[in-house]
């Protein structure tokens, strides 16, 4: 039986694997609908690099709704002030997604410009939307979340869905759907041919040079700029849940202490670069397959550098340090978390399993004489 201090860990390790499993498997088809409109010029177009993802899409959701869920049965804390804290923003994302399912089931049912462009229009909001969001919701973490919690654990959130958009958090934005657009246009190169396949390929390099130079600025912004958080007082990892346990301190280049502490983790943002980088190098070489997933060694590096800049911190305070939720004291139970891990450990492979046969099964390109030959069938 594992103990209460290592499964705090490893659940730690299980969200943030569901948030690259969203980020490479919802990410792609996202950035798909928000390449829509400047790959495809035409109506046939279009509806081919919609059917690139049409078969997948709602099975990729399944990614989304799992990390949210593991969120709040593992970190119950986390789940309420987050979503307490950004509830606008959430919304917003919530508002963006219903655009998702309604585009790729109407838009190709009445055979009518209008109709289908509102539509297509629809799709890209959907993709653009929630990867903006998500980022502009880290850059706010990286920088502190103006919330506390009185004596009972009731947070109070003391800031505004205005002033989540300041400059740190749109440029972690910027470079989230900018990572997000880049995975979706590898994925489009690989299942296109022809002029989609180029064009895809032309936004692949223009995206991959903006998260290139976004992630460096931000990285430097955020080593010079912005302060991290630091646990002042006697940490106990196995102790039970308590976020008002110990005293926090804000540190110029906190966020850099792990690094020096373990240096393997800088191979998390190396691991960025190159996954980037070896995917726009594949990708020109016509390796399109091989860059897809050059592209998700890239998405990791990413979400892996935030996290452990970060760790233990999930979500710190700006206003009250004190208050701030970290592995240690914003998870559930030591028995559900036991419960939840054997529940993962059956059920993860199966959907990693139903999603590897899936994708097997629906391969190959996709082109417009499919799309005539499906007219009625196909998205």
């Not at 997604?97 to 790729?104: A, D, K, N, Q, S």
């Not at 989609?196 to 080593?223: E, N, T, Y």
Request: charged fraction near 10%; glycine fraction near 10%; charge should be neutral.
């Amino acid at each position: 039986m594992l103990d209460y201090a290592s499964l705090k860990v490893i659940w730690w390790l299980l969200v943030g694997v569901l948030l690259l499993g969203f980020a490479i498997m919802d990410g792609h088809d996202m950035g798909v609908g928000t390449l829509l409109p400047f790959v495809g010029h035409n109506d046939t177009e279009r509806r081919v690099v919609i059917n690139t993802v049409g078969p997948h899409w709602d099975g990729n959701q399944v990614w989304f709704i799992t990390g949210g869920g593991a969120i709040f049965a593992a970190s119950p804390l986390v789940y309420a002030t987050a979503f307490s804290g950004f509830y606008w923003a959430m919304l917003l994302v919530l508002w963006a997604l219903f655009f998702r399912p309604v585009g790729f089931d109407y838009r190709s049912k009445i055979d009518n410009a209008t109709w289908r462009s509102v539509w297509h229009w629809g799709l890209f909001i959907g993709g653009t939307v929630p990867p903006l969001i998500f980022g502009v919701a880290f850059g706010n973490l990286l920088q502190g979340v103006p919330f506390h919690f009185d004596s009972n654990l009731v947070s109070t959130y003391e800031g505004s869905f205005w002033g989540l958009l300041n400059p740190f958090a749109l440029l972690c934005g910027v470079v989230s759907s900018a990572m997000i657009t880049f995975h979706g246009g590898v994925y489009l190169a690989h299942r296109t041919e022809g002029v989609i396949q180029q064009r895809a390929q032309h936004w692949v390099m223009l995206m991959g040079l903006l998260v290139l130079a976004g992630f460096s600025l931000a990285g430097l912004w955020l080593a010079l700029g912005i302060d991290g958080y630091v646990i002042s007082s006697t940490v106990r990892p196995e102790a039970l849940p308590d976020p008002l346990a110990k005293t926090v301190s804000r540190v110029a280049g906190a966020w850099l202490g792990n690094y020096q502490r373990w240096p393997l983790t800088m191979l998390l943002p190396l691991t960025a670069y190159l996954g980037f980088v070896a995917a726009m190098l594949l990708l020109r070489a016509g390796h399109s397959f091989a860059a897809f997933w050059a592209s998700g060694l890239g998405l990791a590096g990413v979400i892996g550098t935030a996290g452990i800049s970060m760790f233990p911190f999930i979500m710190p305070s700006s206003s009250n340090p004190a208050s701030s939720l970290t592995v240690w004291d914003s998870v559930s139970s030591q028995l559900t978390l036991q419960l939840m891990l054997v529940a993962t450990l059956i059920f993860m492979p199966l959907i990693i399993l139903y999603t590897r046969w899936a994708y097997r099964v629906m391969r190959g390109k996709v082109t417009a004489a499919y799309v005539r030959e499906n007219n009625h069938s196909a998205y």
